[in-house]
């Protein structure tokens, strides 16, 4: 891991910043349970997948599923519960019949957009309680953890 120079946290500090960001994660998984319901029975995992569909009227299962960080099987079967619903349509590739190609349907377009705008009006709602500069420091420590999460520290060991 990389450090800037500076000490390493005592343990008190490690303490403070876990449970600091145990509650951010908790709250943001409390706020989209809740939402799901509100925003058209659509949960994150699903809305993360279906995103790139708003750039591009029609994708391939496995370009869905890396958005979503899952593997093929799974995205298969959440998208097999979304066509169900009448949120997408899947269908053959036509020059290549292994792939199987993935478009929203009118209802489902309609229902991602709403979701998709809460959602922004509700994180800029929530975000105004910051200054301007607290937000831009905000954004650098976050863009600043997040790779910092996906270290496996048990590798190190």
């Known amino acids: ?25 908790f709250a943001m998984r409390k706020a989209r349970s809740a939402g799901a319901d509100r925003d058209g029975g659509l949960s994150l995992p699903q809305v993360t997948m279906l995103e790139p569909l708003v750039a591009e009227p029609e994708l391939p299962v496995g370009r869905l599923a890396a958005a979503a960080d899952v593997s093929i099987p799974t995205a298969t079967r959440m998208l097999q519960q979304l066509e169900s619903a009448g949120v997408v349509v899947r269908r053959r590739s036509a020059e290549d019949e292994r792939k199987v190609l993935v478009a929203l349907t009118a209802d489902g377009s309609e229902r991602l957009t709403r979701l998709l705008t809460r959602r922004r009006e509700r994180q800029a709602e929530a975000f105004a309680v910051f200054t301007s500069a607290e937000r831009a420091q905000l954004v650098a420590l976050l863009r600043r953890l997040a790779p910092v999460i996906d270290i496996d520290l048990g590798a190190r060991d």
């Not at 120079?5 to 500090?13: I, L």
């Open 1 to 25: 891991m990389t450090t800037t120079g500076n000490h390493p946290p005592t343990a008190e500090e490690v303490d403070d910043l876990v449970q600091a960001a145990d509650a951010v994660f």
